[in-house]
Nanobody
Framework: QEQLVESGGGLVQSGGSLRLSCVASSIFSITAMGWYRQAPGKKRELVAT???????NYGDSVKGRFIISRVNAKNTVYLEMNSLKSEDTAVYYC?????????WGQGTQVTVSS
């Protein structure tokens, strides 16, 4: 059964850091993995993606603060979040893309207190 399991969310003060992890299991030929987020009352938005070749893409609001990385052999993607702001508060979802499908994790809550 295809599965993405996220971890690392929690409560952090403004200016702090958190590291999210996502492990994909039973998903083959992954071409890209990434993170998206959805705040209450807002649409889900891109945070960052990384391809199997290492190319990265970031949402404008997180550029310079967040870093995405990936260990292909472990089907794992990480999101290092620094200089967190209250507007970063959201549920963060992991996504894996193959040539045939997309899979989403259940999400992990990140709350930044001001």
């Amino acid at each position: 059964q295809e599965q993405l399991v996220e971890s690392g969310g929690g409560l952090v003060q403004s200016g702090g850091s958190l590291r999210l992890s996502c492990v994909a299991s039973s998903i083959f030929s992954i071409t890209a993995m990434g993170w998206y987020r959805q705040a209450p009352g807002k649409k889900r938005e891109l945070v960052a993606t990384v391809t199997s070749g290492g190319s990265t893409n970031y949402g404008d609001s997180v550029k310079g603060r967040f870093i995405i990385s990936r260990v292909n052999a472990k089907n794992t993607v990480y999101l290092e979040m620094n200089s967190l702001k209250s507007e970063d508060t959201a549920v963060y979802y992991c996504k894996a893309t193959t040539p045939y499908s997309e899979s989403w994790g259940q999400g992990t809550q990140v709350t930044v207190s001001s």
